[in-house]
């Protein structure tokens, strides 16, 4: 289990996002988290310079590895996806976990853009609103910031 403990982003330490073109993919559901974590993305992008920002929403989690794949083909440095998957009383919740987890993994192996898991998986709303801007910061953000720093990866 992941521990409540919350570093703030250091910007000065998140490479340069000037002449980046990310895409961020954006789930529909669970949408109060979701929009919370697309303007924490944002606010980190457009800090380190990026102007060129594809919001790109889609309906649910699970779309977003479809999202996601048009994106990389489109010719992006980096593709965020940007979900919110909460527990409920049916397995549901694990097959859309494993999907998503599992969808992002193969376009990543694809070599073509970097796509950073930006999909909140979590027990309770409580726990998304923490990690969406509230007590634990925002993942949207913690998620540009890898976007960034893997557009630029030296190989």
């Not at 990310?22 to 980190?44: E, F, M, P, R």
């Not at 097959?95 to 599992?102: E, K, T």
């Not at 992002?104 to 609103?129: H, R, W, Y």
């Not at 007590?135 to 190989?155: H, S, V, W």
């Amino acid at each position: 289990m992941a521990t409540a403990q919350h570093t703030a982003l250091d910007l000065e330490k998140i490479p340069s996002a000037k002449g980046l073109r990310i895409a961020v993919v954006v789930s529909g559901w669970n949408s109060t988290i979701t929009d919370n974590l697309y303007q924490g993305a944002l606010k980190v992008l457009e800090a380190k310079g990026c102007v060129d920002i594809i919001h790109i929403p889609v309906p649910g989690s699970f779309e977003l590895i479809y999202g996601c794949k048009r994106a990389i083909h489109a010719g992006v440095d980096a593709v965020i996806a940007i979900g919110s998957v909460i527990r409920g009383e049916t397995a549901h919740f694990d097959y859309v976990c494993q999907a998503v987890s599992s969808g992002i993994k193969e376009l990543n192996i694809l070599g073509i853009s970097p796509v950073i898991f930006g999909v909140l998986t979590d027990d309770t709303m409580e726990q998304a609103k923490s990690r969406s801007g509230g007590a634990l910061g925002n993942k949207g953000a913690e998620a540009a910031a890898a976007a960034i720093e893997m557009a630029n990866f030296p190989i």
